[in-house]
Nanobody, 124 residues
Framework: QVQLVESGGGLVQAGASLRLSCAAS????????MSWFRQAPGKERELVAT????????RYADSVKGRFTISRDNAKNSVYLQMDSLNPEDTAVYYC?????????????????WGQGTQVTVSS
């Protein structure tokens, strides 16, 4: 069982940066693939970025490539999402998700554990 708690969301202007954090409980954090998803009003939950267990591999949505960076610190049971050059289309609730295994899963239904989400709002 893994419990996930996100933090770091907020209201910013276009062009600004935010860093989201996700703290995980449990002693087996390093055995989970970790991802960030987001969901805007009226839209489906979509993958933003995912990172392998040892941080050797990452994958990003095309819409955030070059602007967002996912990272993890297994010693701190945490995963991060550095978001730069934010634009209004990035406005959404951002969720941290975890699943066991080694594959970099990209679909929400493939993830076992979820945080409560943190709101990111980017004004123009």
């Amino acid at each position: 069982q893994v419990q996930l708690v996100e933090s770091g969301g907020g209201l910013v202007q276009a062009g600004a940066s935010l860093r989201l954090s996700c703290a995980a409980s449990g002693r087996t954090f390093s055995s989970y693939v970790m991802s960030w998803f987001r969901q805007a009003p009226g839209k489906e939950r979509e993958l933003v970025a995912t990172i392998s267990k040892a941080a050797g591999s990452t994958r990003y949505a095309d819409s955030v490539k070059g602007r967002f960076t996912i990272s993890r610190d297994n010693a701190k049971n945490s995963v991060y999402l550095q978001m730069d050059s934010l634009n209004p289309e990035d406005t959404a609730v951002y969720y941290c998700a975890a699943r066991s295994g080694s594959v970099l899963y990209t679909r929400a239904h493939e993830y076992e554990y979820w945080g409560q989400g943190t709101q990111v709002t980017v004004s123009s």
